[in-house]
């Protein structure tokens, strides 16, 4: 019989389950129907949404220490966080070949490129192409601090990414549903590094 454990720890079994929602946008792509623009929503949405959670994790895990269950949920967080960027940016992907190949007119590509709504989505999709490239041990070895310098342009592109979305949503409170998490985790995260600096420093204070 198979182990809960394992199969929660099982990469395999995470992989399927970030794929599970592609195959809708997949099978557009063979067979293009009317629910074009609903699924350009929904697929950029999705990618929006994992990106933020990814960014959220070390904030998280920050609040989750504190108890011995949040311990190991912050472990499984942080061992697996590379899967989760991934798949957000993969469905950035889809949502750009789906729009690429519904709009199939190169001159026409390059010119919403130059307007703001979707030139903030490309910007998003180039910032987060050499990050995912490099979400591998390989890359970590390789490049040394200039790796965690890459991978905080992830702020960026999300930033673009949200700047695309508020652009082309009428409602802007479907995206601020996500941004002002996305904003509270950080402070939460601010919050505790400076914490911890001041911890640091009141010893020594105290011997000096
Ligand atoms: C290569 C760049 C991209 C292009 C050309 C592009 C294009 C589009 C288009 C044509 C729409 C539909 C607009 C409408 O309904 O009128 C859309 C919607 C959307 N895109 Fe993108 N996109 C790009 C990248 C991204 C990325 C990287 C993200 C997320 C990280 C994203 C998130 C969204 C969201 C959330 C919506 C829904 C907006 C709404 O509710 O109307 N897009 N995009």
Known sequence: MVHLKSLIQSRYVIWFLLALP??????????????????MQLSGELSVQILVFTLCITPLTLILRYSDWGKYISLWLLKNRRYFGVAGFTYAVIHTVLYVRQTFDLELIWLEALDWPLGTGWICVLILLPIA?????????KMGSSWKWLQRMSY????AGFAHWLLLDFFIDNAMMWIVPLVIAKLVHLGFRLYSRFKQRIPKAQTS
Request: net charge positive.
């Open 22 to 39: 592609a195959w809708k946008y997949v099978h557009e792509l063979f067979y293009p129907s009317r629910h074009y623009p609903e699924l």
């Open 133 to 141: 490239l490099t979400s591998n041990r390989k890359s970590v070895q």
């Open 156 to 159: 960026f592109a999300i930033i």
